[in-house]
């Protein structure tokens, strides 16, 4: 199972950071960013599966694209910043952490607006 690669690609690479840290922090970092990107590497074809199966669900339901698009949009931002804020936070980085986090919530909030646009305009279409 793809699930136990993960763990041990894991469990060895914080073993290797472990021990750099102290000697060489520096490789430490590309260590873990190495890492990251081995592990979406193993992922990206549960996602891409992930991604076909919700699009097909949405072609079913006559779901407007632009509204499916935009969430998938708001998801993979907020993948992509988690990953990046953390390999921050591993690097002792905290406050460029925050900022990666605050960028992407607002960016979130950006492409939010026409759904929350077409949402208010449904509720006041409802209300006499």
Do not use: C, H, W
Not at 51 to 59: L, Q
Not at 61 to 70: H, I, L, P, R, S
Not at 102 to 120: E, H, N, R, S
């Amino acid at each position: 199972m793809e699930v136990f690669k993960i763990i041990g690609i894991g469990i060895v690479a914080t073993v290797i950071i472990l021990l750099l840290k102290e000697n060489k922090p520096e490789f430490a970092i590309l260590v873990s960013i190495v890492t990251s990107i081995a592990i979406f590497y193993i992922i990206i074809d549960k996602l891409i599966l992930v991604v076909d199966v919700i699009t097909d669900i949405a072609k079913k339901a006559n779901v407007d694209f632009v509204y499916y698009t935009t969430i998938l949009k708001i998801i993979g931002i907020a993948y992509i910043v988690e990953f990046g804020s953390q390999i921050s936070r591993d690097a002792g980085e905290e406050s460029i952490a925050s900022k990666i986090e605050l960028g992407g919530k607002v960016t979130i909030m950006v492409l939010a607006i026409p759904i929350l646009i077409a949402l208010m305009n449904l509720i006041l279409n409802i209300i006499p």
